[in-house]
């Protein structure tokens, strides 16, 4: 059930543009997001859409010529035009991040107990000796055996799982308030995939932190989300509570994006035709407008903004007339 406690993370109008000689790449275009204590906000959309890009920009991971505009709001703090120094001190103790490739965000030639220890005094006053004790905690904690042991090696002495659990031992080791989990299940098999979610789930009851789950899976989604926000070129275009937007998606992408789950019945699926825009000129009104099936005329005009539609919220200018369509 979604949280309805405080709201830790906000941002506003949040835009992320990165510069090339051909003009800007409006990889991020003017959005709203808010996760509360102790919920999983997930962030849906294809690759392009503009998820990982929104949290990295967050995090200060971006190169230094993205133009970052907005408010991005961290318990109170703006983090949009902030000094490096103070996003740094945040992130990693309030803000951390479970990276999709685990195997390119360890640093293969140190072991794990180095470069668990090393974040943890980078944020703490604590002893090497206290930290290494606590890095041995944090490796147990996600499930890896013989963790005084397995603190001592390298990161290619463990398998997929096993790094993606050593980086979220690394992502929770100062306690964070947030947590942003990046693909955390791809390439991982189905077996693998369900202990990782578990291990979220379990993480964020016990830290009472929230965690932002960025995926193109509904599969996952489903499994594990409080709250769902659906992304397309770099703007929201649909979201609410879980149940109500697996029951009754109201956008086209939305649809199109549930249509095309493999079902139990053996239905054929089916892919949303086309491909995503070119962000250096992003077409006029709305972006899904050339690969949807409902699109008219109205759909080229104005961008349309979110509004309240039964349960959740729809930025579609033929929303009212599309629910009387099966989906």
Sequence with gaps: MASDGEVLLSLSDYRVNFPTARGDVQAVRGIDLEVRRGEMLAVVGESGSGKSVTFLGLMGLLPPSTKISGSAKLLGTELV??????????????????????????????????????????????????????????????????????????????????????????AIAN??????????????????????????????????????????????????ADRVQVMYAGRVVERGELM???????????????ASLPMEDGQRLKPIQGAPPNMLQPPKGCAFHARCDFATEA????????????????????????????S
């Design 81 to 170: 035009g902030a000094n490096t120094k103070k996003v740094r001190r945040m992130c990693g103790n309030d803000i951390a991040m479970i990276f999709q490739d685990p195997l390119s965000a360890l640093n293969p030639v140190q072991r794990i107990v180095v470069q668990i220890t090393e974040m943890l005094q980078s944020h703490q006053e604590i002893s090497k000796a206290d930290a290494m004790k606590r890095t041995v905690e944090l490796l147990d904690m996600v499930g890896i055996p013989q963790p005084d042991e397995r603190a001592k090696q390298y990161p290619h002495e463990f398998s997929g799982g096993m790094r993606q659990r050593v980086m979220i031992a690394m």
């Design 299 to 326: 759909c080229t005009g104005d961008i349309p903004e979110l509004r309240p539609f039964g349960d959740l919220e729809t930025a579609c200018v033929r929303v009212n007339e599309l629910s009387e369509v099966p």
């Design 244 to 258: 109500p937007l697996f029951d009754h998606p109201s956008h086209p992408y939305t649809r199109g994006l549930m």
């Design 175 to 224: 306690n964070p308030k947030v947590l942003i989990a990046d693909e955390p299940t791809t390439a991982l098999d189905v077996t693998v995939q369900a202990q990782i979610l578990e291990l979220l789930q379990q993480v964020q009851k016990e830290l009472g932190a929230a965690v932002v789950l960025i995926t193109h899976d509904l599969g996952v989604v489903a499994r594990v």
